[in-house]
């Protein structure tokens, strides 16, 4: 089982690709996840017959592929309730136009499959958004009937979504994720139900999220592992602090009084070497991408050390009992 160690690009979208690439190559990278924010344009792969073989191109000079495009701030707009914040998202020209940047974001969503396929790439990594994340809360009361509202209206907006990939023959993978419409263990499962479990929805699964939540990451991925379509090593470190609470007050990422903070990979409590083990059972093959967010380490070092952490753990399942050599004829 040959794992492609890869980079979320999202993380380095100050760098042109052909820097990303070259720089990539030179931490160890096998591979890139790329963000369509900021290394992959969507529209450009769509009506400009050059581009997709422009970006295979800096790709394979550099001895690098890409298997999943990562369309998580695109995602975000189909399903939030618009503030001012999702206007960093879409287009500058839809600014304050909550309508407006739905429907971009759905139809750039649809062309994102579209583009894809084009690609090669056979995975979208990405975010849904969620209309009821603010009521997580349960007070001001929160009635079951606003959160079944909520999952209804994720599924009436994503549907038409998911009939296009599977026309196109890609899978989506929902990074679960605070803001989500599934954030945890339980929301996943309701989110799979409400599609049926649809083969286009699947889980672009991510640790760090969970841990800090309390949720068991490897029992996670035991129990969603045919789900499982794309993951991110990404580490997340809890901080014993008497002050701090786990909604993070407000502090930046970063800040050494917050209750947990994400960490490069290897310094922090996400049990890796068990996500392994449960992704070895389950077969899964594909890219271990390393989203390397931490606010406290020069980031060429510490995407550097990630990446060289990956592959040692990267191990392959045994072939045989460790003690059948100790059977009796």
């Given at each position: 089982m040959s794992r492609l160690i890869t980079l979320a690009s999202g993380q380095f979208g100050d760098l042109s690709l052909e820097k990303l690439c070259v720089l990539a190559r030179k931490m160890g990278y096998e591979g890139l996840e790329l963000a369509t924010h900021a290394h992959f344009n969507v529209q450009k792969a769509l009506s400009d017959?050059?581009?997709?073989?422009?970006?295979?191109?800096?790709?394979?000079?550099?001895?690098?592929?890409?298997?999943?495009?990562s369309a998580h701030l695109t995602g975000q707009c189909v399903g939030?309730?618009?503030?001012?914040r999702l206007d960093n998202f879409a287009p500058s020209r839809l600014a304050g136009k909550p309508r407006e940047i739905r429907e971009w974001a759905i139809g750039e969503m649809k062309d994102t499959a579209r583009a894809a396929a084009l690609f090669?790439?056979?995975?979208?990594?990405g975010f849904t958004g969620s209309p009821i994340w603010a009521r997580w809360y349960s007070y001001p009361q929160t009635s079951e009937a606003m959160i079944e509202h909520g999952f209804q209206l994720i599924k009436e907006l994503w549907t038409p979504i998911f009939d296009v990939f599977d026309e196109q023959g890609v899978l989506f993978a929902l990074e679960v994720h605070p803001?989500?419409?599934?954030f945890d263990y339980y929301t996943t499962r309701r989110l799979l139900s409400v599609f049926d479990r649809r083969p286009a929805l699947g889980l672009n699964f991510d640790p760090s999220h969970l841990v800090w939540q309390g949720v068991n990451e490897v029992t996670f991925a035991r129990d969603f592992a045919d789900r499982i379509y794309h993951v991110h090593m990404k580490d997340v470190k809890m901080n014993k602090h008497e002050n701090a609470g786990i909604l993070g007050s407000f502090l930046p990422f970063g800040d050494s009084r917050r209750a947990w903070n994400f960490v490069?990979?290897?310094?922090?409590?996400v049990d890796f070497d068990g996500i392994i083990r449960v992704l070895?059972?389950?077969?899964?093959?594909?890219p271990l991408s390393v989203e390397w967010e931490d606010s406290g380490m020069e980031r060429e070092f510490g995407a550097t050390e990630s990446c060289a952490y990956v592959k040692k753990i990267n191990f392959?399942?045994?072939s045989i009992a460790f003690d059948a050599a100790l059977m009796t004829k």
């Amino acid at each position: 089982m040959s794992r492609l160690i890869t980079l979320a690009s999202g993380q380095f979208g100050d760098l042109s690709l052909e820097k990303l690439c070259v720089l990539a190559r030179k931490m160890g990278y096998e591979g890139l996840e790329l963000a369509t924010h900021a290394h992959f344009n969507v529209q450009k792969a769509l009506s400009d017959s050059s581009y997709i073989p422009y970006v295979k191109k800096v790709l394979s000079d550099n001895g690098l592929e890409c298997r999943a495009i990562s369309a998580h701030l695109t995602g975000q707009c189909v399903g939030d309730l618009y503030d001012e914040r999702l206007d960093n998202f879409a287009p500058s020209r839809l600014a304050g136009k909550p309508r407006e940047i739905r429907e971009w974001a759905i139809g750039e969503m649809k062309d994102t499959a579209r583009a894809a396929a084009l690609f090669g790439v056979k995975v979208v990594t990405g975010f849904t958004g969620s209309p009821i994340w603010a009521r997580w809360y349960s007070y001001p009361q929160t009635s079951e009937a606003m959160i079944e509202h909520g999952f209804q209206l994720i599924k009436e907006l994503w549907t038409p979504i998911f009939d296009v990939f599977d026309e196109q023959g890609v899978l989506f993978a929902l990074e679960v994720h605070p803001t989500e419409i599934a954030f945890d263990y339980y929301t996943t499962r309701r989110l799979l139900s409400v599609f049926d479990r649809r083969p286009a929805l699947g889980l672009n699964f991510d640790p760090s999220h969970l841990v800090w939540q309390g949720v068991n990451e490897v029992t996670f991925a035991r129990d969603f592992a045919d789900r499982i379509y794309h993951v991110h090593m990404k580490d997340v470190k809890m901080n014993k602090h008497e002050n701090a609470g786990i909604l993070g007050s407000f502090l930046p990422f970063g800040d050494s009084r917050r209750a947990w903070n994400f960490v490069s990979v290897g310094h922090g409590d996400v049990d890796f070497d068990g996500i392994i083990r449960v992704l070895n059972e389950a077969g899964y093959a594909g890219p271990l991408s390393v989203e390397w967010e931490d606010s406290g380490m020069e980031r060429e070092f510490g995407a550097t050390e990630s990446c060289a952490y990956v592959k040692k753990i990267n191990f392959e399942p045994s072939s045989i009992a460790f003690d059948a050599a100790l059977m009796t004829k």
